[in-house]
């Protein structure tokens, strides 16, 4: 089974939100379908079936490896790299 092997380098107490949605969702008028937030920088975007997948590009031009789901009564963590919940 695959292991992740960033998730000792998080900060630690996790970075507060940027904002309450996906700030480029709201610029471009688009809705997100879900959001996730970054645990590197607290950078809160759409997930991927949303239709810019602004979650996704931060993490190509940040390289923030870990993000969370930032969705009421969820609590799961996805590693890009590693391609694994965490």
Do not use: I
């Not at 975007?45 to 930032?70: I, L, Q, W």
């Amino acid at each position: 089974m695959k292991q992740c092997t960033h998730t000792d380098a998080l900060p630690h107490p996790e970075p507060a939100p940027s904002h309450e949605t996906c700030q480029e969702c709201l610029a471009e008028g688009t809705h997100p379908v879900q959001l996730r937030m970054c645990l590197g920088c607290g950078h809160v975007a759409c997930c991927d079936s949303s239709p810019n997948r602004h979650a996704t590009a931060h993490y190509k031009e940040s390289g923030h490896p870990v993000m969370r789901t930032f969705e009421p009564g969820e609590d799961w963590r996805w590693c890009f790299v590693d391609h694994v919940l965490v």
